[in-house]
Structure formats: C-alpha cells, structure tokens
C-alpha cells in the first residue's frame, strides 16, 4: 500500500448538520487512512505523491446500504405495480433465473462493472438464495476494489417453487456453508445473514438465523415497514410480535448496535422506531424505490432528530439507478412532498442532511467510513464538475450541491479511491 | 430540404394509451414530414438515402412546455425554499443580471448548447423582461435548430427595483417592439407573451397584453397555481375575479384554443379546471419543480381522464434538468406518491401517458409534432440503448422504458433531427 496526496477542491461532513469545505487543499492519504486536509502540504508528507485533481471536487465515496445485485438486470422496468403484486411479477421469476451460473455471469459482470464505474464505494448487497452465484457475485465485487458485505438470500415459504429452499434447515445449514465459505476468502468483501424479509422465512428459519448471527458475530440485513399491506402481512404472520421489527428482534437479529441494516422503514410506528432506536439498527432510506413502487415517503426528518443511525440505499431495482447521487436528490424531493402532503412538522432534508447520509452515514456501518477526518478509511470520489459550465461565480458547497442535483457522477466521475487504492480512473 | 429515412428500432405513441413499437424498421421524412413507418422501404422511396441506426432507439423529439432559460445558470442550486421565497432569494437577483448583455452572452451560450446536445426538439422558454438579452436569447436558439417559443417577460409590480419595468404602458410597448422584431426574424423560434405570473404584472398590463395578443394573434405562456401562498396571493389582488385562471381569462389570454400554455396547475379547483378545459389551455405538468420547491403534485391523472391538453415541462431552475427524460420519472414518481398519499382514486401515470405527454401530448402546441404518424413535422431523436446493458432478452417497450427511466438522452443520444433536418449528431 502507498501513501498519497490528492490536491483538490475538498468536501466531506463532520456531522449531519456541518459540511466542510476546503477549496484548493490537500487530503493525505496514509497507511490506506486519511490523516486530514491541509491547505498546503505539511513538512512531513512533502515526498508523498500528489494525485493533483486541482478545480475538481473531491469527496468521499458513497456508501449504499441497500441494493439487489440481481435485480440490476431489469432496473427500469415494470414499476407499475405495488411491493407484493411487483415481487412476484418481477423480482422473482428475475431471481430464480440465477440457478443458472452462465446466467449469473452474465447479469453479476454487468452489475460489477456499473459498481466500478459508481461513486460508490461500500455497499450492502442482496444476492439470491443461490450460494454459487452469490459466491461468483462477492468474486466480481471482490475485483472491483469496492468494499461490500454480500448476502445469500434466505426464502422458505411464500415464495415460487423455482425461488423457494427445501426446509428451514436446508437454508440454514447452506447459510452456514456460505459464511465458512467466504468470510476469510477475500480482502473486502463480507458475508452478511440476509433473510429476505418476515414473510419469506419461517419462524425456524429465523430462529437458525439468529443462532448463526450470534454464532459467527455475523452481521444482518433485510427489509422493514415498506408496504401497508406487507406490514399487514407479517402482523397476521407473527401474531405474537408487538410489531414488524419486533419480530425480527425476537429471532435475535435486529441491531446488535450497528450490525443490522433494515431497508426501508416507512410505515415504522413510534414502538417500532423506539426498539430500533435501542438496538442500534442501521435504516437504509430507498426513496426512488418508496416512490417507484408506490410506498410512500419515509419520515426521515424524525429518524435524523432522533440521531438514528441511517445511510441512503438504492435500493435497485425498486429504485432505478445505482447512484447515490440520485438517491440524494430522491430524498430530498420526496421529503419535500413529505413536509407538503403528510407532515408540515417534519421540515424537508437538507443538502448536507443528504450528503451526511449518503457519506458519513451509511459509511459508519462499515467502520470509520465516510468522511476525510483523521483515521477514517480513506474512499474517495473525484469528479470533474467543469463538465457542468455556469456563467457566474460559485462557491465550492454550491458546486457540491449542483453536482448532486445534475448527477455529477455520472459522466464527470474522473477517478474513486476505497481503502486507499484507486481503483477507478476514467482514463484508464 | 433533403428527404431521407431512418432505419431503427422506432418508438412513438398514437393516443396517450397507445404505444406503437416497430423494431428494426423505416421511418421516412420527406419535404420535413413524417410519411410514415415501414417494415421494409416502399418502392417509391428507394433512391432516398438511409440514415442506418440499426439496434438503437428511433423516437419522437422531445417537447418541453416550460423553462426558463436565465434560470439555468443556477439549475440544482438552492431548492431549499418556497416559491414566493425562492423567487426572492434566487431567482429575481439572478434574472437582473440579465440587463448586461455580455453576462446575458455568457449564460445564454451555456443555455443554448444544453438544449442542442439535449433530446428535446419543441421548446416554450421564458427569457427575462431585458428585451435584447431576449432577443440574443432566441439568435442562439434558432441557431440550434430546434423549434422554440420564446418571452420576453413582462413585470411591473411587487418585483425588484433592479427586475421591474418602469410602467404597464412602458412593459407593454416594449413588448409590441419585441413582437414586431422577432416575428419574421427567424425560421425556428417565434415570440410569445409572456405575463411572470398575475402577481407581478398590473391590471392595466394584463389588459394591454390582452390586446396584444389578440392584435398579432399571439401566444401566450405563464404560471397558473402553483403554490398555495401564490394562490392566496392572486386571490386577494383580483378579489373579482372566480378563481386565478378567470383572472388571466378576463384579461383575454387564457387559451384560445391552444395557445396558451400554464406551468404548474397543481391547486386548480374544478371551476377553474372546467375553463382550462373550456378554452383549450395547455398544461405545462413540471414535476421535478413541483417537488423541488415543494409545490405539491398535480393531479395529473384527472387532466389526462378530461382530455385535456397537456405536455411535460422541465421548469429548469424550479426543476434542475433540461431533460424531458428526467421530467418523465418524476412524474411517474410523483404519480404514485400522489396516488398513495393523497388520493388513491387517481390511479398512477403510466409509462406510455408520460412518453405521449413528453412526445405528442407537449408538442401538439407547435402543430401536428411528436408522431411519426403521416403527416407529422419530423422531429426524431436516436439514442444507443446498447450503452445500458442487460444480460436478458427485451421487448421493444421494454428498451423503451428503461432508457426513460435510466436517462437515455444523457450519455446515448446519438443524433437529433427537427422538422427534418438533423441538429445534433454526437459525432459531429
């Protein structure tokens, strides 16, 4: 590993509600972490390379806290019905296609491939209930340099036959097979329990997750509070639990401070949030997918008051696009009509509330991650926002926010760094 | 004028429930007109040359209803507002500059080179009320080859000292000479009057324009409920008048069957929508605006079930993209969440009634554009979906819809055709 400089025009969040700029700085990279922003070059790093980036904006990479590697295949498509309806239309008969390897090759080079090419750089990833494809999947996760933590998904009732496993204890055991099998095999990439959501598992299954979480100090993701009518679902399902997540929280797997994320949470009531609050579970707001599937809006102004912990997700293919940077912009819309349709007391996001979570935020699940304090991980984006010509002067957290909003990342992303090795260039 | 066809996989709408998809096919423009599609190319036009876009998408231009084009030089900046705010903070200071011609240069050549490398063929484009930087406004659109509406805007009250015309009688002559020497001056851009919204325009301003517009048989664009203060604002400035839209129909510029367009109609009552409906007015849907200064959603829905005339417009800077792409998701997006949060009994957009309100429904105003059907002005844009791979086979809509939603127009619009001759190549 080399230490480095990138000299550029610096931005990154201290907390949700202090963005930092630094125009014409340096961040030193050291021993794969930043040891700060300084506006010249301290003494001490004067022979470090310098990557100059000099009138590009650099930040830190994204973290997306919630994506369905094989759902990739149809982003875009067939968002014309509601969650339950659209997971059988779409998701499924998609998913069973990656009992065939030749078919997941394909569909996971594609999916990598976007990955490298993103601004993210940590991600939390769905793959199907398919241990070998899942295992190909974290392979080409692996090579894209990105840091992720990649789940064999499990389903054991109310799912199709060609996308259900044989028992709970088929699922489980499989679930053991695939975390022995991966979570020393590479350098960046992590095995993660990954229970489709209350409604795919029976209550032995979950109840084997949890003992597998506890077993493995593995980390957990699934869904939560989406839909009204799934919500519905699972209060008939788990008639005993107070509540979805309580549910959840009753198998053993709902937080461990910081271990489990849960997507979505827009149909959360005051106990729900109050038990997650308690358990430190991570919310991954999807606002494309709320909005694409017709799910409504999350209130995320109560979850940043309340200092939850929570990151953006993009939750493909409910949400359309693998960007963060659109995620940004879908959450700060959507809680606009939040404010405007629902709640005239929960104030509409921030600019830097979106960047906070889009960074530092989400990033925190993954240690210190998001930010270019001392001792954070070093990821970082550079992007070329020369691409977007204004005819007036603009400050640097004006170019930020302008780079957010025109999808920055897009076609002016120059180079991404994760762990502090570049590991994409648009030159290259 | 030359005749040739194009050869591709050719997309358009006949009604706002039909989409016509007709893979690896020939569309033929002959003296700037459509003559219809083939499967193969009829005899009679055998000699005519072949624009060979085998495999990529072949559809209709793009008609945006409403933009401002002083406001792109701070598009994604600063949505954290409302409307009557937002005009304060943001768009009044930047809309002055425009009385120096060489700042008006600057930002209006950035302007003018987005709209050429953009999809969107058909433009209706407020300037500011400086009637030469206007004038320099339309010199640069015209020479991009799309068809554009052009407004010198009219303000004579509760504006700026530095963004307000001296009188009405001042405002309204200088509005005649605007008419008079741009109405001929062009082949591609046209003049329309263009009152900011009844705010800021006198009664005895509205009369005059009034008059002007029926004296040149001239359009009309402007704002019409957009925001719930604005409304409340209107009504207490025209106590006499039934609603916002009576008040522009008092003035004589409310329609005339089709040549007005209003941006927004979100809080049209049913009195109101029934005139809309009675004089023909076009509604300008701008979602993204909508959601960005957190208007509200309108319901669109109940103006498509009315047949009403209706486009899509970006609204740039209360929207942030000049893509019509982009303003498809988010009303599809908006849509839903309308339909989830407000009234479940306006079922969402549907892909093909967005594609018909972007294509055929917006460019209606300019005459018989937005179709390849027989007859039609041929306006056509080519986009190279083969940059969005998919490791499954798709249906012609299929594509379709993921290059709207993927935005296929920023990275893959190969070449863009307006009344038949081709404006933008991303060869060239």
New interface residues.
Partial sequence: MSDFIIKGDICYTADKNTLITRPDSYVVCKDGLSVGVYDTIPERYATLPVHDRGGMLVMPGMADLHIHAPQY????????MELLDWLNAYAFP?EA?YADMS?AD??YT?FA?AVKKSATTRLAVFGTLHREATVLLMDKLEATGVVSYVGKVNMDRNSPDDLREESAAASAEDTERFILETRDKYKNTYPIITPRFIPSCSDELMKSLGELSKKYDARVQSHLSENPSEVEWVRELCPLAENYGAAYDGFGMFGSQGKTIMAHCVYSDDREIALMKNRGVYIAHCP?SN???????APVRKYLDMDMRIGLGSDVAGG??ESVFTAM??A???S???????DSSLK?L??TEVFYMATKGGGSFFGKVGSFEEGYEFDAVVIDDSL?????P?SLS?RL???????GD??ALRAKYCRGREVFSSES
């Fill in positions: 295949a149809y982003r875009g498509l067939g968002m014309d998609e296609k078919y394909r569909a594609i491939e494309a909005m694409n599937v017709a799910s409504g809006v359309h696009s912009v879908d700060l819309q959507s606009r009509l939040y404010w405007r349709l629902v509409p921030s600019v977007l010509p204004h005819p007036q603009l004006e926010e302008r780079a957010i909003y025109l999808g897009i076609k």
